[in-house]
């Protein structure tokens, strides 16, 4: 965080260092990444990203869609709008935000979007099942997805029951813990503890955390079997 000297922020381990949540999801013939937040430059580069076939948005908040504008690097190379899957409210945050990119008179090196709904049931990017899941974030609707055994799920705090059946069966969920104590609009960590147990998750991976949670060594030895706190640049292989 910005300014603060706590010993999460001073920390010399690289698990300490987090940019904002998302995640690239590839297949054989497909890449594409879940929410461009404004750290999305860094991390395209740093991981030495050269090519995606579409991004999926949560949600409109700054934090998941702030770096779209980078998207114009990839669709600079192939020429081709890059397709964006949002919702209704999300879609509308895009075209608020990035307005230039919709108007008739684009300057050269705008980015390119080609905006697509979020159906209601689940439907392929390339060779990637995405099936929507929509969760809570206080009042505000947010969607999850799952690919296959994976399931991702950020900024939320709370999933309605017939939901709950679509995560059901998942081998890796990614799910928000924010930070220990209570939060109105983000799982705590014992509520992602909890939601994990509940939808009998093998393997759940902790995301969108907060400098307030503490130290990654120090929680990661304190959760208990089969929880864990995600890192940047962390990769899991399905067969
Ligand atoms: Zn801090
Ligand atoms: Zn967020």
Partial sequence: MIGCGCEVCTSTDRKDKRFRSSVLVESANTVLVVDAGPDFRCQMLKHKVKHLD??????????????????????????????????????????????????????????????????????????????????????????????????????????????????????????NALRKEKHVSHFSLAEAIEQSRELQIPATYLTHISHQLGRHEEVESELPQGIHLAYDGLVLEFS
């Fill in 54 to 175: 579409a991004v999926l948005l949560t949600h409109s908040h700054k934090d998941h869609i702030a770096g779209m504008d980078d998207l114009k690097a990839f669709t600079y190379f192939t020429r081709k709008p890059m397709k964006i899957y949002a919702d209704a409210p999300t879609e509308a945050a895009v075209r608020r935000e990035f307005y230039y990119a919709f108007s008739d008179t684009r300057y050269p090196g705008t980015p390119e979007y080609e905006m697509n709904g979020i159906p209601a049931n689940s439907f392929l990017i390339g060779d990637i099942p995405v099936t929507p899941i929509p969760v809570w974030h206080m009042r505000m609707p947010v969607m999850a997805f799952r690919f296959g055994k994976f399931t991702y799920i950020t900024d939320a705090n709370r999933i309605d029951d017939q939901e709950k059946e679509k995560i059901k069966g998942s081998d890796v969920l990614v799910l």
